[in-house]
Each structure stands twice: as C-alpha cells, then as structure tokens.
T-cell receptor, first 117, second 111 residues
Framework: GAVVSQHPSWVICKSGTSVKIECRSLDFQATTMFWYRQFPKQSLMLMATSNEGSKATYEQGVEKDKFLINHASLTLSTLTVTSAHPEDSSFYIC?????????????FGPGTRLLVL | DAKTTQPTSMDCAEGRAANLPCNHSTISGNEYVYWYRQIHSQGPQYIIHGLKNNETNEMASLIITEDRKSSTLILPHATLRDTAVYYCIVRVANTGNQFYFGTGTSLTVIP
C-alpha cells in the first residue's frame, strides 16, 4: 500500500500556543487529503477536506479559523491548531487520496497525538 | 454518515479464521464496500474493498452477498497482531468523497 507520513508523531504544548501538523504522501501525489480527529474510545471524526491549490472544506461544527489547513503541494498538507486549549487534546489523523490504481482508495497516516496543558 | 452495522466486539482464537460481518442494507448500486482496521494508537490501515465480486488479497478476503446488503471480511489465520478495531465503510469510489467511520468491530485474537 501507499505510504502517508505525519510529523510530529506527538506534541505537548501550552495552552494558547499554535501547533502545526504535517501530512505527507511519500510515494504518490495527492490532490485531496483529509483531516480527522479521534478522542479516546471514539471513532474517527472527519474535520475537513484539504484540496491542493484551493481552500479546505470544513465539516459542520469545525472552526475554520481555529484549524487552519494549507495544501500547498501535491504531497503536503498541514493542519495548524491555533490558540490551542486543553479540549483540543486529541489524536489527529490525515489521509490521502490515491488515484493510481484501478479504483481509488485512501491511505491514512500514523496519527499525531496532541496534548495541550 | 455511517451506513453500516457491525457487531461491537468479537473474539477469535489465534490461528483460526476470523469472520467479521457487516450489514449495509441501504447500499447503492455504485457504492463500494471498504474495510479498514485500526490498531491501538495508530492510523487506520487499508485492508480491502470491493463492489460486488468477492475479493482476495494478501491480507484478507471479502465476501459480498449477491444482493450486496451484507458482507464478511475474512482473516484466514488470525494472529495476535490482528487484534484491532475493524471498520466497514460504504462509499462511492472515484469521487473524492470522504470516508465516514462508524464504531467498527473490536476484534480480540486470543492465544
């Protein structure tokens, strides 16, 4: 399968600071990437769709000014959590859309664990 | 919107086949069935997907009923490393649509 990486794998920050998470497709180009959030013992919740060269599309209830998404190249999307607060502590996972095969599929990154103190 | 129903949890003896069912009675003609799994504290891992024919790869087999209202993921020889939450998702392929995750099935492989 295709490889998607995330950096950092975990981060601890103080309340009020901003944190940037990178998502990279390592062996394919991805015009579309997705960002998910997962709280303990819960399923993945889609936050936004990241499109290369255009604005991201956010799911209902997700603040676009708080979760800034930039998809500047075909292999990189970034999620910046601005003015982070303890309630933003979560497991953030990205996925990238792979169109190389006969049918599309999506591959997920390993996730980034964010702890806001 | 999760349009699938899966059992909350299942156990399987190591070395035996694990059969994970999924109901998707409202599936549309152009929707594929995808299976992913998530091992604790990791990102979801793609397993397999199919439209109406049975599919097999190095990880698993996917059996889809003729009416497409249900499917079964088969792990032929379960190992302890297969302990994970397994998600069955239906969506239209090649549209860039998102994956919406339900609660999945927590599979525990027992030594």
């Amino acid at each position: 399968g295709a490889v998607v990486s995330q950096h950092p794998s975990w981060v601890i920050c103080k309340s009020g600071t901003s944190v940037k998470i990178e998502c990279r497709s390592l062996d394919f180009q991805a015009t579309t990437m997705f960002w998910y959030r997962q709280f303990p013992k819960q399923s993945l919740m889609l936050m936004a769709t990241s499109n290369e060269g255009s604005k991201a599309t956010y799911e209902q209830g997700v603040e676009k000014d708080k979760f800034l998404i930039n998809h500047a190249s075909l292999t990189l999307s970034t999620l910046t959590v601005t003015s982070a607060h303890p309630e933003d502590s979560s497991f953030y996972i990205c996925s990238a859309r792979d169109l190389r095969g006969r049918q599309e599929t999506q591959y997920f990154g390993p996730g980034t664990r964010l702890l806001v103190l | 919107d999760a349009k699938t129903t899966q059992p909350t949890s299942m156990d399987c003896a190591e070395g035996r086949a694990a059969n994970l069912p999924c109901n998707h009675s409202t599936i549309s003609g152009n929707e594929y069935v995808y299976w992913y799994r998530q091992i604790h504290s990791q990102g979801p891992q793609y397993i397999i997907h199919g439209l109406k024919n049975n599919e097999t790869n190095e990880m698993a087999s996917l059996i889809i009923t003729e009416d497409r209202k249900s499917s079964t993921l088969i792990l032929p020889h379960a190992t302890l490393r297969d302990t994970a939450v397994y998600y069955c998702i239906v969506r239209v392929a090649n549209t860039g649509n998102q994956f919406y995750f339900g609660t999945g099935t927590s599979l525990t492989v027992i030594p």
